[in-house]
């Protein structure tokens, strides 16, 4: 009996951790050659690769990697008709960055999901 409270308590722990994850969400628009592209939303894990498509010519991963002071570092890659941009900007929540790369143009807010 004691080692299935235990398995139990192991058990539920390891879901309570996983379900307590960080969470953020990021607010993305993406412009090329000044016209917008795509302004996906994406709620997503610390430290875990997201992504997304948006018809042929749109696709746009990242990562989002939490700082012990109020920021995260977000690691991307965007591509737009062919050509990839892999920028990574560190930024304070609830703050908007922009990373302009010739004609392309990005856009990045990291806001903690629940707060």
Known sequence: MKIKTILCITSLLGSVSSVAADTYQVSTSVYSNGEWVASPVMVVEADKMSSITIGE???YRLTVKP???ETAD??????IKGQTLNPTVTL???KEATIEIGSEKITLNVSKAGD
Do not use: G, Q
């Open 57 to 59: 010519d749109f696709s």
């Open 92 to 94: 304070a929540y609830d």
């Open 74 to 79: 977000v690691i991307t890659a965007v591509s």
């Open 67 to 69: 700082n012990h002071d």
